[in-house]
């Protein structure tokens, strides 16, 4: 379980960027209020980092079956550090996500999203 925000003097959060989809179907605002939830509940700044004073917004983009099962990703647009870059990576790579809501068709998606690190007074 990652710590709160409040327990700690930094910040990341991640959020959907956009999505594309394997299908012409649009993905649901159910389904993607529940990835923005589970992005929010398994991301963690990387102490290191965190101790090194590095920030930014790594964009990632990976693909979904509708199981949840997470089948790649891959670092779009680094942060600029390295550390922050792999957490965010790591965070995603094998990961079981929501699975998709019924009024998904899709048998796969391909998603972006930008998870932001920043650091708090």
């Known amino acids: 379980m990652a710590p709160s ?7 990341s959060t991640a959020e959907p960027a ?7 179907a ?10 923005a939830n589970w992005l929010a ?4 700044y990387p102490e290191e980092a965190r101790r090194r ?3 930014g917004s790594v964009t990632l983009r990976f693909s979904v079956d509708r199981s949840g099962r997470v089948l790649d990703v891959v670092v779009a647009g680094s942060a600029g550090a390295t ?3 792999a957490a ?8 079981m996500l929501p699975p998709f809501t019924a009024d998904m068709p899709q048998d796969k998606v391909t998603v972006t999203v930008r998870v932001r690190y ?3 007074d």
Not at 5 to 11: T, V
């Open 26 to 35: 649009p993905i649901p605002g159910d389904w993607q209020r529940a990835l």
């Open 83 to 85: 550390m922050l870059d």
């Open 41 to 44: 509940a398994h991301k963690a």
């Open 88 to 95: 965010a990576e790591a965070m995603l790579q094998g990961a």
């Open 118 to 120: 920043t650091l708090t």
């Open 5 to 11: 925000p409040s327990a700690a003097p930094a910040d």
């Open 18 to 24: 956009s999505e594309r989809t394997a299908s012409p």
């Open 53 to 55: 004073g590095q920030q």
